[in-house]
């Protein structure tokens, strides 16, 4: 089993819509959850962290975290096609003494007029 | 730009000779992080260094791989005798402590003839 656990996708919905990503992870000590935006060809970019259960909103964009289901999502309303690039869910591991960021796989998501 | 600084963005080799990947972290941050990403694939920890230390290289190839950040001068990823296998993009983050958010470098795209 993955540590971090994610559909490759891709994932097509229309422009407009709400796009919802999913991710599941193995280590139920975890407490810190990532989500990155990559576009092609460019450097992931942090667009949501979340600490505790529950939703965190930030713009057109939710975080919910459920740690008792080891379950992450990120949910996209209002998709653009701008919003089209792989999505990176993530989670820190203590190890060596420093939190290692750990990732998944990624979802592509593809935002269609 | 005060973002981290990776050079070159676009590397091609031969099989057999070396590659060194360049990474200068974002000012004011001594904490570095090496990645390696294939196709379709998510980043891969390879290695962390603090000025002058390597911090934590469990992710680094035990032969042909090896990693630098001298007190003066950006990081290093030298990687000798490639093989095809190597042909990846490589991404660089730094962070201004180990437990702060890492910002992504554009990225090194590695090719092998």
């Known amino acids: 089993q993955k540590e971090v656990e994610q559909n490759s996708g891709p994932l097509s919905v229309p422009e407009g819509a709400i796009a919802s990503l999913n991710c599941t992870y193995s280590d139920r000590g975890s407490q810190s959850f990532f989500w990155y935006r990559q576009y092609s060809g460019k450097s992931p970019e942090l667009i949501m962290s979340?600490?505790?259960?529950g939703d965190k909103e930030d713009g057109r964009f939710t975080a919910q975290l459920n740690k008792a289901s080891q379950y992450v999502s990120l949910l996209i309303r209002d998709s653009q096609p701008s919003d089209s690039a792989t999505y990176l869910c993530a989670h820190k591991r203590f190890s060596g003494g420093y939190n290692k960021l750990i990732f998944g796989a990624g979802t592509r998501l593809a935002v269609h007029p | 730009n005060a973002g981290v600084m990776q050079n070159p963005r676009h590397l091609v080799r031969r099989r057999g000779q070396e590659a060194r990947l360049r990474c200068s972290p974002m000012k004011g941050h001594s904490h570095v992080y090496w990645y390696r990403q294939l196709p379709e694939e998510g980043l891969k920890f390879m290695v962390y260094?603090?000025?002058?230390?390597?911090?934590?290289e469990s992710g680094m190839p035990k032969e042909r791989f090896s990693a630098e950040f001298p007190k003066e001068g950006p990081s290093i990823l030298r990687i000798q005798q490639v093989v095809r296998g190597d042909s990846a993009a490589y991404f660089c983050?730094?962070?201004?402590?180990?437990?702060?958010?890492?910002?992504f470098g554009d990225g090194t795209r590695l090719s092998i003839l």
């Open positions: 979340i600490y505790s259960n």
């Open positions: 983050a730094s962070s201004l402590t180990p437990n702060q958010p890492q910002h």
């Open positions: 260094l603090q000025k002058e230390n390597i911090i934590d």
